[in-house]
């Protein structure tokens, strides 16, 4: 039974919608400050679908996180001592404390590379917030990291678009399977080990 290869499919022609644009927007907000979605998922097929509108899908991709960065920030500035305890019901806490400690290494820098790699982004921007970092670097730093990003994705998707469909296609019910699997591994090793 193929189940990831008919989702693939219905996200794909969901991508290709009217409102697409707007969802990416949404989403691309919402994963900055509190969803644990990231927007490649639509991004990817929305790519994919129209490879002309990549830079444009980069670009709203990159505006809408970043102000939803800025919505994190504001979380983690004013809301940090009551927010604190439910992150750490929810497993974020050693999360947070290495974040913290990049912070005091590195800076400004640890957003920029946070922006850039799939750690979750929200966990950086409600710490810089909650350390009061200063927030026009931290706005700058947010751009370019979520920029590359998005821009690299979207780009790729553009450029390999026939090919990497054809790809992700072949193999779309062993990678779903396997992302499966590694949730799972992580949730149980979260509810038993923590």
Same mark, same amino acid.
């Given at each position: ?19 697409? /644009? ?16 990231? /927007? ?10 129209? /490879? ?65 790699? /799939? ?76």
């Amino acid at each position: 039974m193929k189940l990831f290869a008919p989702l693939y499919e219905k996200v794909l022609k969901l991508s290709a919608h009217k409102q697409a /644009p707007n969802y990416l927007a949404g989403l691309s907000f919402a994963e900055s400050s509190f969803f644990p979605i990231p /927007p490649d998922v639509m991004l990817i097929p929305m790519s994919l679908a129209k /490879p002309d509108s990549w830079k444009y899908f980069a670009l709203l991709a990159t505006i809408a996180s970043v102000l939803g960065g800025v919505l994190g920030y504001a979380i983690g500035y004013w809301s940090f001592d009551w927010l604190q305890p439910h992150l750490n019901n929810w497993g974020y806490q050693d999360t947070i404390e290495q974040t913290k400690n990049w912070f005091a290494e590195w800076g400004v820098w640890v957003v920029f590379a946070a922006g850039f790699s /799939p750690i979750p982004y929200k966990v950086f921007t409600i710490t810089a917030g909650a350390l009061a970092m200063m927030f026009i670097p931290f706005v700058i730093a947010s751009l370019v990291g979520r920029g590359a990003r998005f821009f690299l994705v979207s780009g790729l998707m553009a450029y390999f678009g026939s090919k990497m469909e054809a790809t992700i296609l072949k193999y779309i019910e062993w990678l779903g399977w396997l992302i499966v699997s590694i949730l799972l591994v992580a949730v149980t090793y979260m509810a038993f080990f923590h």
